[in-house]
């Protein structure tokens, strides 16, 4: 056996997941080779720590939870507007912003085979998410008389057909040298016993780590070195689904460097004090995202005295972070949440088994985490008819659909 292999054993061995290697005699050379490699990336320590979380129910600590400042930009006095949109311009003419796009989900929940950016939300121009993106980035260059480095962040799942279908759209007439493909990572599932699954093919089942695997995704594949080299300054990072994201935006950027903080968000006014969001917040006197299934009702109805909610700042993933801020994140591991899930696998018998209900825990780090470790971020609200139309679900829902996004991508075009 070759020492890789040994290697592998031992260390499966010492953590008592030795089934990985059940089936390696059996697999292609290829295969192997690409078991042992996800064997030797692992940090098993961790998944074992993950598991006992779980297991103890960790009781949450109690945090000092306040509302967060933020701007409302359709309320900002003009003479404002026009200060802080002049400090924006200028780092966008000198080349020092770029653009994140996270689209390394599938259209699965759509009804969709492929990945979610190819798809089109049924507009008469046919246009798929990716270009719809590409066009207000375009629209940017134009305007400032430069070229914005685009970083699309893909998974293993679909990278390969995403720059197949870049290829074959000519990069929607986007100039190829700045349009920069990278993959998002990846974290081993495990049974509700601490084993980690092999799936249908004998290799260890991964399921991607969530946003919040952005940061340490733009280390590893060297995006941050790459921004370094083009000067960027400021990143501003985004989801492929919400069709009128402004990625590039003077304002929020002249509200980071004029509040002097390393990061800003976009927010909404929750539709209704229930809506199932998360809200900017200040926790433990640091900016924070509290999830809609942490919020106590009383907490989430409660009114400030102008008559709004306090905690009505809804997070639409869109931030902006200075480049040194991202390179101090990725450094950290952020927290990992666990999800209950359905995932077929393969059992010590070699046998697929098809799961009808949810049996295996998926580790998800979420992008929001990270502003914890920021001293402050600047929040500016936004109206949702102008800068949020998400594709979430399908048109049977009739929320966050593709009908609503295109009413709302529509009426906005309509009424630029």
């Known amino acids: 056996m070759n020492s890789k292999y040994s290697e592998a054993k031992k260390i499966v061995e010492k953590y ?129 008389n430069v070229t914005i480095p685009w970083y699309i962040m893909t998974s293993e799942e679909n990278n390969a057909d995403t720059e197949n279908f870049f290829k074959s ?103 209704y004090p229930e809506e199932k969001v998360g809200v900017f917040c200040n926790k433990n006197g640091r900016p924070s995202v509290i999830e809609y299934t942490e919020m106590p009702k009383d907490m989430s109805t409660q009114k400030d005295n102008n008559g709004e909610l306090k905690f009505g700042e809804s997070h639409i993933l869109c931030n902006l972070f200075n480049l040194k801020s991202i390179e101090k994140i990725s450094e950290n591991i952020l927290p990992y949440h666990p999800a209950f899930k359905k995932a077929n696998y393969l059992n010590n018998d070699g046998k697929i088994v098809e799961a009808s209900e949810p049996n295996a825990y998926k580790f998800e780090a979420f992008l929001f985490d990270a502003f914890e470790e920021l001293d402050d971020m600047a929040i500016l609200r936004v109206k949702r008819e102008e800068e949020f139309a998400p594709v979430k679900n399908s048109d049977a829902k009739g929320v966050d659909c593709p009908k609503t996004a295109r009413e709302l991508y529509e009426n906005y075009q309509n009424n630029k």
């Not at 000198?94 to 798809?119: C, D, H, I, S």
């Not at 990278?182 to 290799?203: A, R, S, V, W, Y």
Request: overall charge neutral; aromatic content about 8%.
């Open 169 to 271: 759209k000519n990069y929607f007439g986007y100039p190829k040298e700045n349009i920069i493909f990278f993959k998002q990572g990846k974290f081993p599932m495990i049974d509700t016993n601490g084993k980690i699954l092999l799936n249908e093919e004998g290799l260890i089942k991964e399921a991607a780590d969530g946003h919040g695997g952005v940061y340490i995704a733009m280390l590893k594949n060297k995006v941050i070195e790459d921004m370094k080299k083009r000067g960027i300054d400021w990143i501003f990072i985004g989801g492929i689904d919400n069709v009128l994201v402004k990625m590039v935006d003077p304002t929020l950027i002249g509200l980071a460097i004029d509040k002097n903080v390393s990061a800003a968000g976009k927010s909404v006014v929750k539709a």
């Open 16 to 144: 008592g997941q030795q089934h990985l290697l059940n089936f390696y005699d059996k697999l292609t050379e290829d295969k192997k080779e690409k078991l042992l490699d996800q064997i030797l990336s692992i940090d098993f320590e961790q998944v074992k720590k993950l598991y006992d979380n779980i297991q103890n129910h960790t009781e949450k600590k109690d945090n000092i939870i306040e509302p967060i400042e933020y701007l409302d930009k359709s309320k900002i006095d003009i003479k404002e507007k026009n200060y802080l949109d002049d400090i924006g311009k200028e780092i966008i003419k000198e080349g020092k912003l770029a653009a994140v796009t996270m689209a390394g989900g599938q259209g699965t929940r759509l009804g969709f085979n492929g990945p979610k950016g190819t798809y089109d939300i049924g507009l008469s121009s046919k246009k798929s998410l990716f270009e719809l993106l590409c066009d207000s980035l375009k629209e940017a260059n134009q305007k400032y």
